[in-house]
């Protein structure tokens, strides 16, 4: 079996996986469980061409000829054929492992959190490349990292945004810099308690020469300074408010402030609410450890547009924003959309349910909401657990199709000040991932509303 690997899951990350290993010798297997998967004729040549094998509608088994297994992020870690491979002695890593391996020449920068880290990798990468650094965003947005790896133009930085199942099929991942953004209960049908998946998640941090944490996160704030002795903090509400621990990057006024110098003013920053300058004082934090300079930093941060499907405005129809949050597929980070944009609000929320803590978003609901339409497998439970907080102002929809149309039909006559697509769902139910879920909100918007 020498030089043979077997590569589960034909995304992104599994197709550059592949074509990295056969760069580097492997006899490569690429294997999916969907028989039919979104794959053109001409993508199918290029792996044939590559010397890939395909297999499709297949499931890994531990007969399959392979001794190095890697995984793409939505399969799980303890999937039976995973372990009883490794009880056979294979080695199995996941996409971004193998990238390290392949860069680990060059600093990274990996950051993770349960909510924020699209935002601070997007804001990261975007300050970096403004001192002329080759610093692409990949992980979970952007590239893949092993496409990365492919480039021929090699990264000056590599700036990854790291869930918690990249970190825990990377094992030797270490990162020059680790940022942590924030910490709430999530994937807990995969990691089954919050102290595994905070575990997993401090496994990157730990391998970090530095690391950055949000000080205004309670989780981490109570929990993490044992953890990280050295760590650097952040609070955008001052140094004092940080103390005891190591105050480094903290808003005075309206200035960032990085180990008390003046870096960039907060208002620069193109995106509001209080969790986008917290996920601003990471980004520059980084920025400082990597020596940047701070004229430098500040035109970055003046230069960032955003990041589509968070708090994404795609038009204003009568003077209503329509905005696409699809990336707050969690409670808290649901929460958070609902209380940034303006209210009274008309939300439109559901898909496929995730364990975890809704109340203060049922909160937010009843504070901020004007109507709530309801979407995907979630809407019976989400419809119950309105009820119960006496909360009747909602309607079973169904489709993102006919909430675009029922929030036109009823925004004017409620008075709405927005209509916010934020799910608090995972997207699996109707959609492959967030993406295609806010592509087609964005999409329906522009359609029905932009000639209107």
Not at 192 to 198: A, G, M, S, V
Not at 362 to 385: D, T
Not at 415 to 433: E, I, K, M, T, W
Request: proline share 6%.
């Amino acid at each position: 079996m020498l030089n043979h690997a077997h590569v589960i899951g034909l995304g992104k990350s599994g197709i550059a996986a592949a074509r990295l290993l056969v760069q580097d010798g492997w006899q490569v297997v690429l294997s999916d469980r969907n028989p039919n998967p979104p794959l053109d004729a001409d993508q199918r040549h290029a792996l044939a061409a590559a010397g890939i094998t395909l297999k499709l509608g297949h499931s890994f088994a531990p007969g399959d000829a392979a001794n190095l297994v890697v995984v793409s992020p939505g399969v799980p870690w303890d999937l039976p054929a995973l372990v009883a491979a490794r009880e056979e002695g294979r080695e199995i890593i996941g996409e971004a492992e193998l990238a390290w391996r392949a860069l680990k020449d060059r600093p990274w920068v990996g950051i993770t959190g349960t909510n924020g880290k699209t935002t601070t990798t997007a804001l990261t990468a975007a300050i970096f490349q403004a001192a002329d650094l080759h610093a692409p965003a990949c992980g979970n947005i952007g590239y893949a990292a092993c496409e990365l790896a492919l480039n021929p133009q090699v990264p000056d930085w590599v700036i990854g945004e790291l869930s918690s199942y990249q970190i825990e099929a990377a094992t030797t991942l270490a990162p020059r810099i680790g940022l942590w953004t924030t910490f709430t209960p999530d994937h807990l049908a995969r990691h089954k308690t919050l102290e595994n998946y905070f575990h997993i998640k401090a496994q990157l941090l730990h391998r970090a020469e530095l690391q950055v944490l949000n000080g205004d996160d309670p989780f981490l704030r109570e929990h993490a300074p044992t953890h990280f002795p050295q760590a650097h903090w952040t609070s955008i509400h001052g140094r004092d408010a940080i103390a005891p621990l190591t105050p480094y990057a903290y808003i005075e006024g309206d200035w960032v402030m990085v180990a008390n110098r003046p870096i960039v003013q907060a208002s620069t920053l193109a995106m509001g609410g209080d969790h986008n300058r917290q996920n601003l004082l990471m980004a520059v934090a980084a920025a400082c450890l990597a020596d940047l300079d701070p004229k430098v930093i500040a035109a970055g941060v003046a230069q960032f547009p955003g990041v589509p499907h968070r708090l994404e405005t795609v038009l204003t129809w009568r003077g209503i924003p329509f905005i696409n949050d699809s990336k707050a597929t969690n409670y808290d980070a649901a929460e958070v959309g609902l209380r940034s944009v303006p209210a009274p609000a008309i939300l439109i929320a559901g898909g496929e349910i995730k364990a975890g803590d809704d109340r203060a978003w049922m909160a937010q609901i009843q504070q901020r909401a004007a109507k709530v339409l309801l979407i995907g497998s979630a809407a019976p439970a989400f419809a119950q657990r309105l009820r119960d907080e006496g909360y009747e102002a909602y309607e079973m929809v169904e489709t993102m199709d006919r909430a675009v149309e029922r929030s036109t039909a009823i925004a004017l006559e409620l008075g709405a000040q927005a209509v916010l697509l934020s799910p608090a769902c995972a997207s699996f139910d109707q959609y492959p991932n967030f993406e295609v879920r806010g592509d087609h909100f964005r999409h329906l918007c522009q359609t029905y509303l932009a000639a209107d």
